[in-house]
């Protein structure tokens, strides 16, 4: 009896475990959508940002800070390496099937589009 408790509570720590560790992936589904390489269109056409899984923001080849999603579609980019620090917040809007995403600054009515690579 003893031995089935003992198996009982480490299953249950394990799950506990397991799931503390889950991100905000499943808190808000357009986190998901963000995952990968975006190429400006435009003007900002020399921009290539990579949203990693993990939070990382990289801007070109280099690590430029992290970001998150927000509810109420906003995005969150913490800049510590792109010419110094701050936070950065977009309302963001995917279309063309997510392939397309357009950053409005915050306060900005001028949206920055970026394609899926």
Do not use: H
Request: charged share 15%.
């Amino acid at each position: 009896m003893n031995k089935k408790l003992l198996i009982l509570g480490i299953a249950v720590l394990l799950i506990c475990v397991v799931l503390s560790g889950c991100d905000t992936l499943t808190s808000n589904p357009d986190r998901a959508k963000f995952i990968g390489s975006w190429q400006g269109t435009g003007i900002n056409i020399l921009n290539l940002y990579t949203f990693d899984e993990d939070g990382t923001l990289i801007w070109q080849s280099i690590k430029a800070g992290t970001w998150s999603v927000k509810d109420g579609g906003r995005l969150e980019l913490y800049a510590s390496g792109i010419g110094g620090s701050g936070t950065l917040v977009y309302n963001y809007k995917f279309s063309d099937n997510d392939n397309t995403l357009s950053l409005t600054p915050i306060g900005s009515t001028y949206a920055e589009v970026y394609e899926k690579q």
